[in-house]
């Protein structure tokens, strides 16, 4: 098994893919293609080991960017609920990357609604841009786990 370390390595060799991957969604929805990069950049703060009781290396990684230490009280009250660390809820790449990315994400996006900063109209292709980024990034992680 691969620690915090080794999976953010592994990440930092595939980004050149999810580059890419977002350059040929341009031609699709340039919205989509935008958020691919940042989405697969999440994964330094959000990773599928989010679900372990106790600092992870993206907690601490939270940590250390002084805006996010917040977050991590709502991480830990994650790992709490979603039970056993590396579960199908947890640690799949597309499914437990939707669960964990809705999780992180609603508070952000919820503020952000309220002070109609996110139109309506653009929030699913934004959505979708960072769960495939973030999707990408977590297959890495769990081909590393493997």
């Known amino acids: 098994m691969s620690g915090g370390k080794e999976h953010l390595q592994a990440c930092e060799r595939v980004f050149p893919v999810a580059l890419a991957l977002s350059f040929l969604m341009l031609f699709l929805n340039w919205l989509v293609a935008l958020f691919i990069p940042i989405g697969y950049m999440l994964e330094f703060f ?83 841009g960072i769960w495939l980024g973030l999707s990408m990034a977590d297959t890495v992680h769990w081909l590393k786990d493997r």
């Open 46 to 128: 959000i990773d599928p080991d989010l679900d372990e009781l106790g600092i992870t290396s993206a907690e601490g990684r939270m940590i250390h960017t002084v805006v996010l230490i917040p977050l991590v009280a709502w991480t830990t009250l994650y790992a709490k609920i979603i039970g056993k660390h590396r579960s199908f809820w947890s640690h799949t790449p597309v499914i437990g990357t939707l669960i964990r990315l809705c999780w992180m994400l609603f508070p952000f996006v919820a503020l952000l609604w309220y002070w109609h900063i996110l139109p309506n109209s653009y929030t699913p292709q934004i959505f979708l």
